[in-house]
């Protein structure tokens, strides 16, 4: 087995565990609700307790797999987060006890620091080029795979006991902890880490560089993630409370936009590359998609009508993802990955915390009120990405030149991606010459003209210094 293929599955259950914190709770939480004797409130809190500690402590995970190694951070969060199911299962079984269970779920935030946010870094130590954007899409879509087979698995595990959506955890976890031990082969670092000082000051230059888009993009990912785990969450008790939709059904229901989502999320990741244009026009048309998918859905009394609306937003969310995940990596270098991708990743996990209570909160006045409200952040962060969503890769000298270089090559990298596109749904069969390079690509696991065109580019740029 190829070294890439067994990092990739050593790599593609991180993730997936990640997103099952949340989503596997989302269709039990109405029989979790009645059992405890909870509000809605504090129901929503259940998912946001994890999150938020998931988003305060990812930024110094971030720093230690920088600082140390990646693969030994993802270790102890992947414990971490398997003894905090645990705990919670245990307090939920014998004391029902929702203090206990919120001090579980606290300590899986803590450990879910430490999985998904430094894999992502992990993929662009062990990755190059466009590799590294097929290897980024396919977390993504281990993201979304996780979102999509969760909410059916956490209605099966509901059968036995709600508690038992807790119980799975550790075993989860144990399993997948044992592939990224045997599979991933961290490659070793080639100088001392920073020191802190330095290292904070290294961070801040990344952001004085990129900050102008960085930003944009790091709220863009919190929206996405605001809006998905919110709409979930109306859309559990909408299933449950007014249509008496529960268990296994339930959950089928709440995996459709999500597996539309993941799709997506492949699709798109096989599509980018490194073509930054493209990624750029792919996150503006998914932060209208959404806007537009929220504003409809407003008018959807049934809601089986209102699901398949929101498809419409799956399909943005899902161009969106990957696109964010593919524009940061590049931005900054590999000593400075961890911290900044698990910012991004902390800020990601902030809109999944606030999302239910924000809904919860927002239906109290009513459903029109808190769908326009949705929209029109959506098409509020659209129209940022139009103006500022502008992005360079690390080591970028010449940022204007790159710009106007990269809005001549739009066209064909459009014309690319499309043909692309045409390849994937076998509309369009390859000619000889694509097929024969693609061969060579995998015989010997790079392309032979991506290489030549970057060596050319070295030669120019050594040339014009």
Known sequence: MAANTKNLIGLGGVPLVMVLGNSMLIPVLPTMKASLDLTS?????????????????????????????????????????????????????????????????????????????????????????AEESRALGLLETSNGLGKVLSPIFGSLLALIGWYMVFLAFPAICGVVLLLFLFLVKEKKQQKEPKPVKQYVHSISQVFKQHGKWLVPAFFIGSICLFTLFGVLFYLSDLLEDKYGIDGVLKGGFLAIPLLVMSITAYITGLIIKKKLNLMRLFVIVGMVLLAASYVIASFMDSAYTLIAVLVIGSLGTGMILPCLNSMIIGAVKKDERGMITSLYSGVRFIGVAVGPPVFTWLLGFSKTVMFYSIAGLSALFAIVAFIWLKPQTAGSSQPEKHAKEGEKQVKQQDFEAFDQVAHILQLKEESPEERKRAEAEKSIGFDVDDLIDHLLKKQKEKGQS
């Open 41 to 129: 409130f504090e129901t929503s809190f259940l998912i946001t307790a994890f999150s938020i500690a998931a988003g305060i402590v990812i930024p110094f995970a971030g720093y230690l797999s920088d600082r140390f190694t990646r693969k030994i951070v993802v270790i102890v969060g992947l414990s971490l987060y398997g003894l905090g199911g645990l705990l919670a299962g245990l307090s939920a079984l014998w004391w029902d006890s929702y203090s206990l269970i919120m001090a579980g779920r606290i300590m899986q935030g803590i450990g879910a620091a430490g999985t998904a946010p430094i894999a992502m870094a992990l993929v662009g130590d062990l990755f190059n080029g």
